[in-house]
């Protein structure tokens, strides 16, 4: 056991290293001079040369990275080339919205998708079966920008038109001060968010749900007894944990990717938009930063998910 | 009084090409404490009888009536046949792997089932449990409480099942096939235990069985099943020994272990018939023997005989009066012929050793097979038996240069095959063909039947168009099957026809080699036999050269000149068959042969013949 979660750690490690040399290395080599774009366009070339040895752009590249490297190591991401504020300082103050968009989406999608999924697998061919399927329709075939407009309209504009707010239309409240208005204003994100995931949970559980359900085990524990109720959660539900649990290391890896847009339809300050504006303004150590901590989260969500495997599969210990 | 009474039961399952009828107006009765055996092969309906039972086909249109303790069954609401579950019929089934929970340790499943009948603490519960485990001779029942299934062997893990079935001491416990999945060795062990466990507790054991021999040292009554028609019910001795319905006999007379071997085998004819429909009619009539006009006409009558034995048949006599004809002694004749033939493969100390483990752990080498030489002569069949694990599937796969031996040379037709140049390579592969297990998942299911079979003249570049044909329908006609049937698709065969594909394609090069995997274990008797007489007869005619790879003692002994007997990787007894089997050797094949005994003395029906009895004793 030791063993093998030394051997993820160190795994996880090699990745992330080969991850910040290929980001680091990616915009060394693409176009655009940052010192310029500093300085900008009235600048002299002097002031620009001042201004790149300033920044440690003249050096060669693998003297940059290695300085890089031996920063990173000790927590500092270096300071943003826009406003001279350290990265890790703009990361930490992205972070709550972020990570309570994410958070409650994935509470969200889960406690959604899968009961829909069971309720699906229960009885198939019938009208709540229909009725689930036809969720997860409508739910994979949208987009997050349409279901993120739709809602926007049917649950801000249109209420504010008839004269009253159901939920506000964006902007992040944080969660110390008053968590009800946090929640309150983070509804309309959460479901934007979570409503193509939940049909894709929905579809996994039924899948995997209809094929144990199949399973002889099953039998065994109808023949014993046992209530349907306890047959499906206790026995059922049990068995289809592992793919489950699969997926959703993939997603909660996924979720910074889909949080982009949504920050975006609703305003949010996270990491997403933090991102996009960085790209937008070349602004490297910004952009390195996000891309490492976001690797960061994938390699942990995986190394998690193995634990969980190890945990839940008494077969592989 | 009965414990179980069945009415008149007719069952008709929704399936997507119409009602199934898996029951045709059955009725029988279970005394209490009795084995009550119910034989029939795959699609009789006797395992969904089981099922009906219990109530475990939501789906199903169940009409009749199931009386237990009182009760009809049929007439319960779902509450009600919880509560009789597990506490008062218990069921165990076939497979022991895929029927307990993976995720959940054995002990709590046990518990789990006293749970849910009886209100005890947890400490109770597991001492009972224990008890139980330790009762169906698990070791360590304490220990092993926490273990997880995949930590048991096949055989332990139906003893847990059959702890769990009886742990709340039901009246009648219905075991569906509970050896099928098993070894020749740990399935006697099993019925043991089923058979002490009955006295024991005096619960009553419903077993249901594809294996009619099986039941002849075990049963009290046995009711024999065809196309959801119950065929035969009577004592156990009457029906073995004495069999009235022409399906009893033709059941009996299909298995190898009731024939002298290298004899031609009794097969039914034909396949078994579609359940869609309910033809007014005998059903076993277009595969009988003994078929009458009035038997294509009307539903036979049940007729009672003296010793107790009932069958639905239009004969007046029994079926067993009808003396079954075996061809005597050609075998010792073709034995003789082929004596002093050169060796087509010759196998020479092989080893081979899967390594696993990675970069951060310790290598480990597992030694599947640990030097093995034998030979195989032209025109003559070796047989190789040996439970599941053993190697017998590897060796054939290292003989047919599927897998590089690690050390050890096989050669074939004197060439050795780890030296072979991509030429004489591809002519090996027409030299050495293989028929494998499944005849489901060795065919493609989206190509036709003519392709399958013209593969191997494709590949080789033999024959092409029209040419191709004429040889695919003569193959094609050479192993039984219909060449009309050229364009059809996999899925429109029946198990034994898709059998025949295989041959056929293993055919098609004149190989001087064909290995058999396993090549009727996944077959109903009655096709099995029709299945063993054509790779008998193929041999014949072509002088082929067999290896003939089973864990059935009686097939093996049926088609082989020789038997080569494997244990963990290694040939522990290889010599005649006759021999081998006459007067075994090694413990190991003693203990296999007296697993696989086959139908004891007084229970054996008139087919066999004595001697061959005595000499397996």
């Known amino acids: ?317 | 009084m009965a414990i179980l009474e069945a009415r008149n039961l007719n069952i008709a399952l929704p399936t997507g090409d119409g009602m199934v009828h898996a029951a045709r107006d059955v009725s029988f009765s279970v005394q209490p404490g009795e084995m009550f055996g119910i034989a029939g092969e795959s699609g009789s309906g006797k395992s969904v009888l089981a099922q009906a039972i219990l109530g475990l086909l939501p789906t199903a249109e169940v009409e009749g009536e199931i009386w237990f303790e009182g009760k009809n069954l049929l007439a319960l609401g779902s509450r009600e046949l919880q509560q009789l579950r597990g506490a008062r019929i218990a069921m165990i089934s076939q497979d022991p792997l895929s029927c307990l929970h993976p995720f959940y340790t054995i002990g709590s499943q046990i518990t789990e089932a006293i749970h849910t009948h009886r209100r005890v603490g947890r400490a109770v519960a597991r001492r009972e449990a224990i008890d139980v485990l330790k009762r169906v001779g698990i070791t360590s029942a304490a220990e092993r409480f926490d273990h997880f299934p995949h930590q048991f062997s096949g055989g332990m893990r139906q003893r847990v099942m059959i702890a769990m079935a009886v742990v709340l001491n039901p009246a009648l416990l219905i075991a569906d096939e509970p050896t099928t999945a098993l070894d020749v060795t740990v399935q006697a062990q099993i019925i043991k235990l089923l058979d002490d466990m009955r006295r024991e507790l005096g619960t009553a054991v419903m077993m249901i069985t594809h294996d009619l021999g099986l039941l002849s040292s075990v049963a009290d009554h046995v009711m024999v099943m065809y196309a959801g028609n119950r065929m035969e019910l009577g004592p156990a001795q009457a029906v073995l020994a004495d069999p009235a319905h022409p399906y009893t006999v033709g059941l009996l007379a299909s298995s190898p272990s009731n024939h002298e071997p290298g004899s031609e085998l009794t097969p039914i004819i034909g396949q078994p018939p579609s359940l869609l429909a309910r033809p007014d009619s005998c059903t076993f009539a277009p595969r009988c023997a003994r078929v009458m006009p009035a038997c294509r006409s009307r539903r036979p009558a049940e007729r009672v005989f003296a010793d107790g034995s009932r069958s639905l048949c239009w004969l007046e006599a029994k079926a067993s009066a009808l003396p079954v004809t075996r061809p005597a002694q050609q075998v010792a004749g073709r034995r003789d012929a082929v004596e002093h033939e050169d060796a087509v493969v010759r196998v020479r100390d092989i080893h081979l050793a899967f390594s696993s483990g990675g970069l951060l752990r310790p290598r480990q080498r597992t030694e599947v097979l640990k030097g093995i030489s034998l030979e195989l002569r032209r025109g003559r069949t070796l047989g190789i038996v040996g439970e599941s694990g053993c190697g017998k599937s590897t060796l054939a796969r290292v003989i047919a240069g599927l897998i590089p031996a690690s050390s050890g040379t096989v050669e074939v037709q004197g060439k050795d095959i780890s030296r072979l140049n991509p030429a004489e390579w591809h002519e090996l592969r027409k030299t050495v063909q293989v028929v494998f297990q499944d005849p489901f998942g060795s065919l493609n299911p989206r190509r036709r039947v003519g392709s399958i079979i013209g593969d191997p003249f494709r590949i080789h570049r033999v024959a092409h168009g029209v040419a191709r044909r004429q040889r695919v329908q003569a193959l094609m006609e050479k192993v039984g099957l219909n060449p009309e049937h050229y364009n059809r698709f996999p899925s429109e065969f029946s198990g034994g026809q898709r059998q025949r594909i295989g041959i056929a394609r293993a055919l098609a090069l004149n190989p001087s080699l064909i290995i058999y995997d396993e090549p009727v274990s996944a077959l109903d008797v009655s096709i099995q036999a029709q299945v063993l007489n054509l790779i008998r007869s193929l041999q014949a005619e072509l002088g082929l050269t067999y290896l003939f790879i089973s864990h059935d003692l009686s097939v093996v002994r049926h088609v082989s000149d020789e038997i080569a007997v494997m244990n963990a990787g290694r040939i522990v007894e290889l010599g005649d068959a006759e021999q081998v089997y006459s007067a075994p050797v090694h413990p190991y094949t003693q203990t296999l042969l007296a697993a696989a005994r086959p139908l004891p003395s007084g229970a054996s029906p008139r087919v066999g013949s004595e001697e061959m009895r005595e000499g397996a004793t």
């Open chain 1, 1 to 317: 056991m030791i063993r093998f979660l030394a051997s993820r750690l160190a795994f996880a490690a090699a990745v992330l290293l080969a991850l910040s040399a290929f980001v680091f290395l990616l915009f060394f080599v693409a176009p655009g001079d940052p010192a310029r774009l500093l300085t900008g366009e009235k600048a002299t070339e002097a002031q620009v040369a001042q201004v790149r040895a300033n920044l440690g752009l003249d050096r060669p590249i693998h003297e940059q990275y290695l300085t890089f490297l031996g920063r990173t190591m000790k927590g500092d991401l270096g300071f943003s080339y826009r406003n001279q504020q350290p990265v890790t300082r703009l990361i930490a103050n992205r972070m709550p919205a972020t990570i309570s968009l994410g958070i409650g989406a994935i509470l969200l999608w889960v406690g959604i998708g899968i009961p829909i999924g069971i309720m699906s697998a229960r009885h198939p061919g019938s009208l709540r079966d229909r009725l689930g399927q036809g969720f997860i329709l409508v739910g994979i075939s949208f987009p997050t920008f349409v279901l993120g407009m739709a809602s926007l309209y049917f649950l801000y504009f249109l209420p504010r038109q008839l004269g009253f707010t159901l939920f506000p239309g964006g902007g992040y409240k944080s969660f110390l001060s008053n968590p009800w208005i946090w929640a309150w204003h983070m509804v309309l994100p959460w479901t934007t968010l979570a409503l193509a995931s939940a049909a894709i949970y929905a579809r996994l559980t039924r899948g995997e749900m209809l094929a144990v359900m199949g399973e002889d085990y099953i039998r065994t524990a109808r023949a014993k007894g046992l209530s349907e109720r306890k047959v499906v959660y206790k026995h059922g539900l049990r068995g289809i944990l592992t793919p489950l649990t699969t997926q959703l290391g993939a997603d909660i890896a996924a979720v910074l990717g889909g949080a982009i847009v949504t920050e975006q339809v609703y305003g949010l300050q996270g990491l997403g938009s933090l991102a996009v504006q960085a790209v937008g303004n070349q602004d490297r150590p910004i952009i390195i930063g996000v891309v490492l901590l976001a690797g960061l989260f994938i390699v942990v969500a995986n190394i998690v998910v193995d634990l969980l495997y190890v945990l839940l599969d008494p077969r592989v210990r």
